[in-house]
Nanobody, 124 residues
């Protein structure tokens, strides 16, 4: 069974940092690009970042560029999202998802498998 599991969410003050992790099982891991998405209450799910199969290509939403860094470890079947300089508007449920390609368009329909999400709350 193909499964993605996110972890690392929590409550952090503005300006703080968190690192999210995405673990995969049941996949041929390096066949897939991995994306991070987020969904705030009352808003649509939006793409945050993605990384290609090899890790050589990354894309970021303009809202997080320069603050978030995505990386992957294909030996451990893990993808990470390092989030720095967090803002209250980063508050959302964060999801990782698997697709064949990492594209700046972050189209939800390109992603075949999704995790259950992890809550990130940025508040003082």
């Amino acid at each position: 069974q193909r499964q993605l599991v996110e972890s690392g969410g929590g409550l952090v003050q503005p300006g703080g940092s968190l690192r999210l992790s995405c673990a995969a099982s049941g996949f041929t891991w390096d066949y897939y690009a991995i994306g991070w998405f987020r969904q705030a209450p009352g808003k649509e799910r939006e793409g945050v970042s993605c990384v290609s199969r090899s890790g050589g290509t990354t894309n970021y939403a303009d809202s997080v560029k320069g603050r978030f860094t995505i990386s992957r470890d294909n030996h451990k079947n893990m993808v990470y999202l390092q989030m720095n300089s967090l803002k209250p508007e980063d508050t959302a449920v964060y999801y990782c998802a698997a697709a064949y390609v990492c594209q700046r368009s972050f189209l939800l329909r390109d992603y075949d498998y999704w995790g259950q999400g992890t809550q990130v709350t940025v508040s003082s």
